[in-house]
């Protein structure tokens, strides 16, 4: 098969396969947060509920496109496009299967070899806020505007860890490559994965990017409570289903980045190794990486009906007060470490006493800011007086 006809095959088959995976992980989040509150959820559209996503896609298709009399109709339209186009070409560079340096072989990525694929998916990300941007601007609505202006905050001031702590990754295995990040951890074994050696980039990398992907505790550019539906409030049909679809293949991309930079991607020891050359290996390798990539969804999943949302003050204070100068402190602790050639185990060493300290004195200000807050007895003292 020549090139480009890879390239189609590839294309027509990870478009596809993740346009039907966000239709029914909105299935399982539903049926997932039914359970977690005692309820049914999805149930009688086919069997166990399973033909609803399909009844979804067609209530989309079929309602109404409604655009609001004083809206920008082109910017309006262009929003949701660019939300989706940019989500799904940052997946073009992640691999979604085992790779190799061999030209010849079957590649399971789109875009092999890029030298820089940190990077793309990096400056694919930070655009895609201009879908939300333009979508609430362009809507005339002052709830949407609001809405888009949080998202452009929240971005800008998330972005910072994010890149800091993929700079971690990059630093300890020399390069940008997936490919190589991945083969880098397959070879180093298991224990020098990178979720091991570098515990505190891996959790900030995954804060950051709930808070890049306006998923719950960090949706506040669509907080009903505030601003009805935030930036996609005047949307419909099909228009609202592209930004709901940007959304969760944003949630498939982090999770297989987050599978590729920390979790060692499709190595698992003893059954996907760098020497396993059985009949079916390939096939392995790529379930051991969607396993990976599927409990990292249901985590987020998780974690949506499990915490409150952030309100807006704390969503900054978490960023500039407590991620980026751990972020930046991290990076400086392992660059002096690989400086010096320092042992691995040194590396994981600082990251943990990192975050500990941080609680630690985070725990020591919060309880001096509960001591100055006067008692009621204080208060009612001082207004008698």
Same mark, same amino acid.
């Given at each position: 098969m020549q090139d480009w006809q890879q390239w189609l095959v590839k294309i027509g088959l990870v478009m596809g396969g993740i346009l039907g995976a966000c239709s029914y992980l909105i299935y399982v989040e539903r049926k997932l947060s039914a359970y977690m509150q005692d309820r049914m959820g999805p149930n009688r559209v086919g069997p166990f509920g399973l033909l609803q996503p399909i009844a979804d896609g067609l209530k989309f298709i079929l309602k109404e496109d409604v655009i609001p009399r004083y809206a920008d109709r082109f910017l309006f339209i262009l929003a949701p496009c660019i939300a989706l186009l940019t989500t799904m070409l940052a997946i073009s560079v992640v691999p979604f299967g085992p790779t190799t340096l061999n030209p010849d072989d079957w590649q399971f990525v789109i875009a092999p070899g890029l030298d820089v694929g940190v990077v793309f998916v990096l400056a694919l990300g930070s655009l895609a806020v201009y879908s939300i941007i333009l979508g609430g601007w362009s809507s005339n609505n002052k709830y949407s505007l609001l809405g888009s202006l949080r998202s452009s905050a929240q971005v800008i001031s998330?972005?910072?860890?994010?890149?800091? /702590?993929?700079?971690?990754?990059?630093?300890?295995?020399?390069?940008?490559?997936?490919?190589?990040?991945?083969?880098?951890?397959?070879?180093?074994?298991?224990?020098?994965?990178n979720a091991f050696t570098q515990p505190l980039a891996m959790l900030i990398f995954m804060v950051s990017a709930l808070a890049e992907a306006n998923r719950l505790p960090f949706d506040l550019p669509e907080c009903e409570q505030e601003l009805i539906g935030g930036y996609h409030t005047?949307? /419909?049909?099909?228009k609202f289903a592209l930004f709901f679809l940007a959304e969760y293949t944003h949630v498939i991309t982090v999770s297989f980045m987050l599978s590729a930079l920390f979790l060692g991607g499709w190595h698992f020891p003893w059954i996907a190794t760098p020497d396993s050359h059985y009949a079916g290996a390939w096939l392995v390798k790529c379930l051991v990486l969607w396993t990976k990539v599927g409990i990292l969804i249901i985590g987020v999943m998780l974690i949506r009906w499990t915490l409150p949302r952030f309100r807006f003050d704390q969503l900054m204070t978490l960023a500039w007060q407590g991620l980026v100068p751990l972020a930046f402190a991290n990076l400086t602790i392992l660059m002096v470490i690989k400086q010096f050639g320092w042992p691995v185990w040194i590396v994981t060493l600082s990251s943990v006493l990192l975050f500990v300290g941080a609680v630690a004195l985070n725990g020591t200000m919060l309880r001096k800011r509960l001591r100055s807050i006067p008692t009621a007895a204080a208060l009612a003292a001082r207004t008698a007086h």
């Open positions: 998330y972005e910072i860890p994010l890149g800091t /702590s993929v700079l971690c990754v990059v630093l300890l295995c020399g390069s940008m490559n997936f490919e190589r990040i991945i083969q880098f951890q397959a070879n180093q074994g298991f224990w020098h994965w005047e949307y /419909s049909a099909m």
